[in-house]
């Protein structure tokens, strides 16, 4: 089941709630509730905790990261390195036994205290009191991932009862592709062949093989290549594993080992993805901007790979507020023709929000000089001008932010309080971030932020903490050869190039980064389009049923029509 629901239906409590009846009625044994980020995880953990509070007796395991679940200072599962790896099998079924009669909901620091009581892996506690619960939360990778997926699961040939919620499921269609991808980088073979010389020729030698073909690959390629047949390449690279593999088993330690064993890891990676070559794949090599040369394995359509683990459980949900168009999804998150789809009503009234689209505005690259620039500011002014309170605006690309927040802070200065979001901000300043929207302020807030980023989904900020949105742009992922492999193909399968590889990811990101405002029954706010593309019919096609009533503005009238949107609050 696809399920497209706007903010604020309920879909955590609407999907759980009969799935848990359907485990009560023995029609599944256990529920998988999926999640793209942690923040989500929070909220379906709290879901199970309002049901164990209306009597509902269950065990829910949510599962985290095994770094951030790592005690040691650096994660090394050796017995000699690690004082809770040494003798966890003696020790764990006491703990599991342990925690099992205490508790009903297990999360990170219960396990961490109980690992450190019994001195146990406190990842390994983890995934084994999972097998005793009736429900886990985590992440996508858990199910999906042919690394990472949880064996004790989901084995080769198991089928159970099991139902899997997807939340976000947005997010799994470019997850899906990393995960059933693979890359390998030339210089990463001669790097690793200096390092193993002197303890085995052997390996060297079939290193240096995988190097030479990877290097007549490169002469052959001028900036990015595809390849029609690579099987030279895979025979070689089987030779290299079976050496590793013998050289393993008789070498324990030697300086290099952690280079070594990475790339033997990508190497086994590769060809496992290798045995799925379909025509869902494309194979190309490509310089990187570090003059390196890689290879790839890209999935381009996950479908299939997604269907096979879909098919080790009874039935899935998957759902968003944003799983617009949704054929788009149903074709590429499972190969079935008979799934059903479902549109859900919003919760919130017409009166509660104001859709403006800028007229006389865009974020086309030909357009983007220090006039459009300032055309943006302006509309920012007006629009955060018009009541003060907390105001979001979402760029495409942080360069696009800066050349904006350039000619914005200068206009508004005094006037307004400005935040603006880095690359790689760590949680405590994304948490400091989000702190400023709930702080009393004489003027107004203007969050400056990147589409598709970390404040683009997942965060909530209900009532006054956020009155108004602003996306500037269609949120178009960047032209690239990835994005162009992907126009290429579904043009030549369906005839929706530039809809699947640039328009409906883009759109997404445009719908994820609106919907921060309207958040509960209370909220009231704005959601300014800036970009007079989304007037065309290819984009108003793509807009939610909320989204019905826009009004087209210019810089002389956007003041007005928000002064009556403001003005009819009650």
Known sequence: ????????????????????????????????????????????????????????????????????????????????????????????????????????????EIFLEQAHRHRVCPFELCLDTASW????????????????????????????????????????????????????????????????????????????????????????????????????????????????????????????????????????????????LDEHYVIYTQFLENHSFMIKLFCVDPALNLQECLDKGRSTVFFSATLLPIQYYKKLLSTKEENYAIYAKTAFSKEQSCLLIGDGVSSKYTRRNRMEFQNIARYIQKIVSAKKGNYMVFFPSYRFLEQVYEEFFPMMEGQTDCIVQTTGMKEEEREEFLGEFEKERKHSLVGFCVMGGIFGEGIDLKEELLIGAIVVGTGLPQVGQEREILRQYFETHSGEGFDYAYRYPGMNKVLQAAGRVIR???????????????????????????????????????????????????
């Open 133 to 276: 619960a009736d429900n886990i939360i985590c992440d996508y990778n858990y199910v999906f991932d042919p690394n990472v997926y949880l064996r004790r699961f989901f084995a080769e040939g198991t089928k159970e009862e099991y139902l899997f919620l997807v939340d976000e499921a947005h997010n799994l269609v470019e997850r899906a592709r990393s995960m059933y991808s693979a890359v390998l980088v030339k210089e990463d073979f001669l790097a690793v062949k200096k390092l193993v010389k002197p303890y085995s020729k052997k390996v060297a030698a079939e290193l240096e093989k995988c190097n030479k073909i990877l290097l007549a690959y490169k002469r052959e390629c001028e900036d990015y290549r595809i390849c029609e047949n690579i099987s030279n390449f895979a025979f070689a690279l089987m030779r290299f594993g079976a050496a590793a593999d013998t050289f393993l088993q008789k070498s324990t330690e030697f300086p290099g080992k952690k280079e070594f064993l990475d790339l033997y890891l990508k190497v086994r990676h590769f060809l496992n993805m290798y045995e799925r």
């Open 520 to 570: 509960t029954k209370e909220d009231r706010g704005v959601i300014a389009l800036l970009d007079e593309r989304f007037l065309q019919w290819e984009y108003r096609r793509l807009f939610p049923r909320e989204w019905e009533e826009y009004t087209v503005c210019s810089h002389e009238s956007v003041s007005n029509v928000l002064k009556n949107f403001w003005g009819g609050q009650k």
């Open 1 to 108: 089941l696809f399920i497209q629901a706007p903010t604020g239906t309920g879909k955590t409590m609407s999907t759980i709630y009969p799935s848990v009846r359907a485990v009560g009625e023995g029609l599944a044994e256990k529920i998988f509730y999926l999640t793209a980020k942690s923040i989500t995880a929070t909220v379906a953990l709290d879901a199970f905790r309002i049901l164990g509070g209306k009597g509902y007796q269950a065990k829910t395991v949510l599962i985290t990261a095994k770094e951030k679940m790592c005690v040691c200072e650096e994660m090394d599962c050796n017995p000699q390195n690690c004082p809770y790896a040494e003798g966890h099998f003696d020790r764990v079924n006491d703990a599991v036994f342990e925690l099992l009669q205490k508790e009903e909901i297990f999360t990170r």
